[in-house]
């Protein structure tokens, strides 16, 4: 048998390769190349169509609700104390995205336009018509808040059942939220002042990030109710079906009728506001953590404001 050390070295170029290899591996990163690759995807991304921009977000968030989801396939059950805290920080991202990213960029834009009305006023207009929309769809969509009766079902009366109703309440909070994602990457298609594609990317981010609990949310409770680990995931995912549609739709809305963005942008804070108050913070302080869920709060608002401020 033929004595290992007597095989003939690989050639030199291979054992350049190898060398440039791992170099590349050990080498460390620093925080030029990071931002230099961050800036050549921006850049590949600005290249797209607004509406693309704004689908490709919409799958993002949607699938990070999937990977939330996916959660009930490793773990047998959920912390109460834990799920509050999730809940908490989602409604501390969606109230910062809310100023930051949609009411801000609003006020904005109205104040570039001399012959317009006051500056205050679309974003005045367009919130109250976000929070008045989705009072309207809260009262029109059958659904069921977590840890409650069926008897509590809110809605017109129906014959869904209870895992169907568990769903069909964070469907309606996801609407508002691919909404503003549309509505954002419309605005940053538009170049006009106070909107970017930065700020769109880090609402994007920020919502995803806060759908990861949502997922978790719908799928775990859904399991405990009897439904295989298969269906609950199934059911969690589809709740953010509604995401990358609602996106889309928001996106083509501003980018076709740009002297309705301010009001568009108002609308979609508005609808969060609505999902935060009505849903999110009473589920989050219902229980016995509600200190906890409070500072998740606040965890959740300054992540939202860092990367919006960051990223913009």
Not at 76 to 96: E, N, P
């Amino acid at each position: 048998m033929a004595d290992p050390s007597s095989r003939a070295a690989p050639p030199a170029h291979l054992r350049a390769v190898k060398a440039r290899h791992a170099e590349r591996r050990t080498a460390p990163q620093t925080s030029g190349d990071v931002r230099d690759r961050y800036t050549r995807r921006v850049d590949t991304l600005r290249t797209l169509d607004p509406v693309l921009q704004a689908l490709l977000a919409g799958c993002m968030t949607w699938g990070l609700t999937a990977l939330g989801a996916a959660v009930v396939f490793f773990f047998r059950g959920y912390s109460k104390r834990m799920l509050d805290a999730m809940l908490g920080a989602a409604a501390g991202v969606m109230i910062a995205a809310s100023f930051w990213s949609l009411l801000a960029p609003a006020i904005a834009l109205a104040e570039e336009d001399p012959g317009g009305p006051p500056a205050w006023l679309p974003a005045l207009l367009g919130f109250l018509a976000g929070g008045l929309f989705l009072r309207l769809i809260d009262r029109l969509l059958p659904h069921l808040h977590r840890d409650l009766p069926l008897s509590a079902a809110e809605g017109p009366p129906t014959r869904l059942r209870r895992t169907q109703l568990l769903v069909l309440a964070i469907t309606l909070h996801n609407i508002p939220e691919g909404l503003a994602v549309g509505v954002a990457f419309g605005a940053a298609g538009s170049e006009l002042h106070g909107t970017s594609l930065g700020a769109a990317f880090a609402l994007a981010l920020g919502i995803g990030l806060q759908n990861l609990p949502e997922g978790t949310a719908v799928s775990m409770p859904l399991h405990r109710e009897g439904l295989s680990r298969a269906r609950s995931f199934w059911w969690g995912q589809l709740s953010a079906i509604v995401e990358p549609i609602a996106a889309v739709i928001g996106a083509f809305a501003v980018t076709h009728a740009q002297a309705s963005l301010p009001y568009a942008l108002a609308f979609a804070a508005g609808a969060m506001i609505f999902v935060v108050v009505e849903e999110l913070v009473p589920e989050a302080q219902g229980g016995q953590h509600s200190h906890l869920a409070t500072l998740a709060t606040l965890g959740g608002f300054a992540l939202m404001m860092l990367l919006d401020v960051a990223l913009s």
